[in-house]
């Protein structure tokens, strides 16, 4: 438990760091709004924002898909709400939880525009400002994933590193279909509307191992 109080802070500085960059806030409101429990119906409107935005911007450079995306729907989503209903008589973890979800969910569209815009940026110094900003929210992203994992059990921690090694054609664009299974990919049949199908990996073709 000492273990993940450790994460949890970690993670906890990084997201509040971002928040900080973001606002204009004075120090009393960013450290009111950084420390107050975040209750089950805001954390419910929040989540639901964020699913809305997962779904309807897909199709943009900086967007959360793939694997990032399967990660979300298939195993975090899944964790959360397991660590909730088993900790439901425990208000102080179940206060961690709900920072813990709230960071994660803000730190996964902030690391990929971050990261589009250390490519797109066009002085040296704000593309490795943002490069940076893009490599904190990762590791904390890592940090919230692991922490969960760990706590539901070795099975978890098994299917995140299974997930994390596959192919990036492993997933397709929304996260939501179930994995590709090994020696397949999926693949686009049309761009307009976007229709991906989960084919045989062609041998003659170069695989994509981003």
Known sequence: MEYLFLIFASVAVTAWWFRRRATRETVSERDTADTSPLSEQGLVR???DFERRLAADSDLPDSIRGRDAYIYWNLMCKWFNS???????????????RRDWRDYIELLPRAKTARFLALESGGEA?????GQEAELASRSIELIQNAFATTIGADAMEELRDVRSRDVGAFDRTGQRPMAPMGHHYFPITLSPYIEECRPIRSDLPRDET
């Open 46 to 48: 929040l989540q639901a």
């Open 83 to 97: 660590l909730i209903a088993t900790h439901r008589y425990d208000d102080e973890y179940t206060k961690k939880l």
């Open 126 to 130: 704000k593309a490795s400002t943002y």
